[in-house]
């Protein structure tokens, strides 16, 4: 009971409280996860200033964001922030590379969702269950310039 009411607090902390966040409270609650192949919640950020450039990433803010070694990040939560106008693309993805904000996508990029916004100038949230494998970058690549993303996660060991 201790282990789950530890993740329970984990996850109320940082704002992963979706209900993929609760189908990972399940499986600690069924054994199938112990508390200690937990690495830790995961806040990371990208900021593109240019339209169609990919985006490693960022946490803390200026360093490169790469899942640990031997676990996999489970995303439960995107937020999108823009102040361009028009529908927005964007999609989030991971390789094997980290990229500053340029053209060239990341060596071996596979996308892990896409999606589309109609809503200018505003806050978007999607909630869901997304994985990255372990020593991988995860990047953005969006459609308009002047959008962050916000990214909320946890590392559980493979």
């Known amino acids: 009971m201790k282990k789950i009411l530890s993740i329970l607090v984990l996850v109320l902390m940082f704002g992963l409280y979706s209900t993929s966040a609760f189908a990972l409270i399940q499986a600690f609650r069924l054994g199938a996860v112990g508390q200690d192949s937990v690495a830790g919640t995961v806040y990371a950020t990208a900021n593109s200033v240019t339209a169609i450039r990919y985006q490693t990433l960022e946490s803390p ?20 922030m823009s102040n361009t106008s028009g529908y927005q693309i964007t999609e989030i993805g991971y390789g094997d590379t980290a990229v500053p904000e340029q053209v060239a996508a990341p060596t071996n990029a596979v996308a892990v969702i896409t999606t589309l916004f109609g809503v200018a100038q505003g806050t978007q949230t999607l909630e869901g269950l997304w994985t990255i494998p372990a020593g991988k970058y995860p990047y953005m ?18």
């Open 141 to 158: 690549l969006n459609n308009v310039e002047n959008v962050t993303i916000m990214v909320f996660g946890v590392e559980i060991a493979d």
């Open 61 to 80: 803010v200026g360093t490169d964001y790469q899942v640990t070694a031997g676990y996999t990040l489970y995303i439960t939560k995107i937020v999108w």
